[in-house]
């Protein structure tokens, strides 16, 4: 496979706590996280991803680290009579940066359409966070040899109304379904495979140098033990970990893996 060029892809390790953790332990991974940030360094981008209740109290604990700050989910609307929804501009409010669009629990348990996530995803950038777009495809369809049609399509259909100018601000995370909370982690060569095919749709959606900037990081199953192997393929710049993300030594471990791994290439 051709090496594409990392220079100007820092690399990026989000924590998606998903919906995991209470008052406590949040305050306490977050300071734990704070604590050991400076021993990973600046060369990783890290953010982590509370669950709504808790993102001010982890904002407060986070503090000057560096570790940013991330939501799970956003409404597609900017405000109004939608009980339970969580407007981009509160989000903005409260000083999360980032946010989850398209996870795999959202689209298949939740019902998310590739319209909803297309919608999501402009009311985000739009508003001035940055994104983390998740893709990734089912067992069936892996086995099938759909995994590159499918990421291809979810890619298409979420960018459709994205222009350029926005991608800067976006991640994308090409997260298997079958790898996620399973145990069973997608081998190197799977994940450079499915980040070609990412980079391939952007390349034909916008322009290869476009495509070479954006940043791609794997999710699912991904610890301290497996991360380095699959940050070292050239086309993998980081990872979006769940449950390896609620112990912070894991994650740092992770966080460190994607600091090596890249510097390796
Ligand atoms: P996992 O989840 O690391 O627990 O497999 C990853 C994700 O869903 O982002």
Known sequence: MTRVPSRTRRPF?????KMNSDRASAHDLASSLARAASSVGDGVEIVVFPPYPYLDLVRAALGESGIALGAQDLSSEPNGALTGEVSAEMLLDIGATWVLVGHSERRQKLGESDGLVADKLVMALESGLHVVLCVGETLEERNAGRESAIVERQIGAALANIP????????IAYEPIWAIGTGVVATPKDAAGAHAAIRE????????ALARETRIVYGGSLAPGNAKALFAESGVDGGLVGGASLKASDFLAICSAAMIGVGAR
């Open 164 to 171: 350029p100018t926005h991608l800067e601000r976006m991640v």
């Open 13 to 17: 390790v989000g924590g998606n706590w």
């Open 201 to 208: 749709a952007l390349a034909s959606r916008y322009d290869s």
